[in-house]
């Protein structure tokens, strides 16, 4: 039964799996075999080294384009962080479906792409979503069921419910990104919501949730979403997904939808030092300014007031800092994020609690 399925696979559409690296050695190996072992064997994988520094990158690269002609290579000159790197890699692509694979992630189901690529054809979706697991710094695995769960059967986006905007769990039909020149802003991080807001604006897709977990993201101190230096690109990544969204004149359809993700990532902003803090503060005020999402908006779609006030307020940002401090990492150790945001959210909203008390009893 195995080999007829094997046998299936190599007649199906190709499928073009792009892998941006730099930095990753200590992990690439592991990702590139969970990739060639997969039983779904028409696959075009394109690995773009983004100027890595580190000669250890380079090596396996080389290493498995020589031993696997799936396996395209492509080096750039200069580094445009891993959006850039995507881009090269959907450019390059020929395949009539595209996903992404970070290369410090691997797949941790050998048969997970033929069982996803079957129901794709089967059904003619253009967009499935994948479950998918996170590999936490101690080596143990927990299953994360994603928000986007509602999608079980072919259905349109829905604008008022919370996107998952990460592009490693998804696959997308390749023509339809080409055709719409729809690529990752270079250069910044948090580039995966202006990219998944720009995709479902300009295409609409039929998207299936499969219930298949294929996918092992690799938690990291240094990650994207775990330092918290790299927020000082969420107000610019926000006002690119407004702006796409006033674009197409949906700005009151999507102005629930873009609040819950904006408090989605604003949950961090305690860690962030005061010079940063302080610069963090200013854009997003600025952004506020320029778009339609008003405090009313904020407090009517969102239980995020205390984000609100945080923003807004210097002094309640100092004292939530002061008491915040306990919560922080230390030695390099991450408290189980449901823990530490909770800790986060529950400490917040009891300072304003007491300070809108006090400010009650003096009025």
């Known amino acids: ?43 075009e994988i394109i690995i773009v080294n983004d100027a890595s520094p580190y000669i250890e990158d380079d090596e396996i690269c080389k290493e498995y384009a020589e031993k696997d002609k799936r396996i395209i290579y492509i080096k750039h000159d200069t580094n445009k962080s891993q959006g850039g790197a995507r881009n090269t890699g959907i450019k390059a692509a020929t395949g009539k479906y595209i996903t992404f694979v970070d ?126 230096k790299n927020l000082l690109d969420v107000p610019k990544s926000h006002q690119l997904i407004y702006d796409n969204i006033k674009e197409h004149g949906k700005e009151e359809e999507y102005t629930e939808n873009i609040i819950k993700q904006f408090n989605w990532f604003n949950n961090g902003v305690w860690g962030l030092n005061k010079e940063d803090l302080k610069k963090y503060t200013k854009e997003y005020k600025d952004f506020m300014k320029n778009s339609n999402i008003t405090p ?36 390099n150790k991450i408290i189980p994020e449901n823990k530490y945001i909770y800790k986060i959210k529950r400490e917040i909203k009891r300072i304003i609690k007491q300070i809108n008390m006090v400010l009650k009893f003096k009025n």
């Open 296 to 331: 009313d908006k904020i407090r009517k779609y969102g239980d995020i007031s205390y984000i609100l006030q945080f923003i807004e307020d210097d002094e309640i940002r100092k004292m939530c800092q002061e008491i915040l401090a306990p919560f922080k990492e230390i030695d």
């Open 103 to 228: 290369s410090d992630d691997y797949l941790h189901d050998l048969k997970g792409y033929e069982d996803v690529i079957t129901i794709m054809e089967k059904n003619s979706y253009n967009h499935a979503i994948l479950d998918h697991k996170i590999l936490e710094l101690d080596g143990t695995a927990k299953y994360v069921p994603i928000i986007n769960k509602y999608y079980k059967k072919n259905k349109k986006i829905n604008p008022k419910r919370i996107m998952n905007v990460t592009v490693f769990n998804k696959i997308y039909l390749t023509k339809e990104l080409q055709d719409n020149n729809i690529y990752f802003e270079e250069n910044m991080k948090y580039e995966d919501g202006p990219f998944t807001y720009k995709y479902i604006l300009a295409i609409n897709p039929n998207v299936i949730h499969t219930g298949k977990s294929m996918y092992m993201y690799r938690m990291q101190n240094e990650s994207t979403t775990h330092n918290p």
């Open 1 to 43: 039964m195995h080999g007829i399925m094997k046998k299936i696979g190599d007649k199906m559409e190709k499928l073009s799996v792009i892998v941006p690296v730099y930095n990753t050695y200590p992990y690439l190996r592991q990702c590139l075999e969970s990739i060639i072992n997969q039983t779904y064997k028409n696959l």
